[in-house]
């Protein structure tokens, strides 16, 4: 079951929380964002390693030392 609810009613229904509340949500949102966020960046720096030619060189095999 899906509920459809329009933005203005979904703003009245936050600003009628208490600002503690209000605080809260905000922080869990920002929360899930960046996570979302960093989860998105892992999954591209994968595929970027993936998609790398292979050289042959191994980082050691560059080291003169």
């Given amino acids: 079951m899906t ?3 329009s933005l203005p009613t979904i703003i009245e229904s936050i600003e009628a ?3 503690e509340d209000q605080a809260l949500l905000f922080e869990q949102l920002y929360r ?5 966020q960093r989860q998105k960046n ?3 720096l994968a595929e970027t390693r ?3 030619p292979v ?3 191994s980082p050691q ?3 003169p030392l």
């Fill in 3 to 5: 509920i459809s609810l």
């Fill in 55 to 57: 050289t042959g060189k």
């Fill in 42 to 44: 892992v999954k591209e």
């Fill in 50 to 52: 993936e998609n790398e």
């Fill in 32 to 36: 899930r964002r960046l996570e979302k």
């Fill in 17 to 19: 929380l208490s600002v």
């Fill in 61 to 63: 095999s560059q080291n």
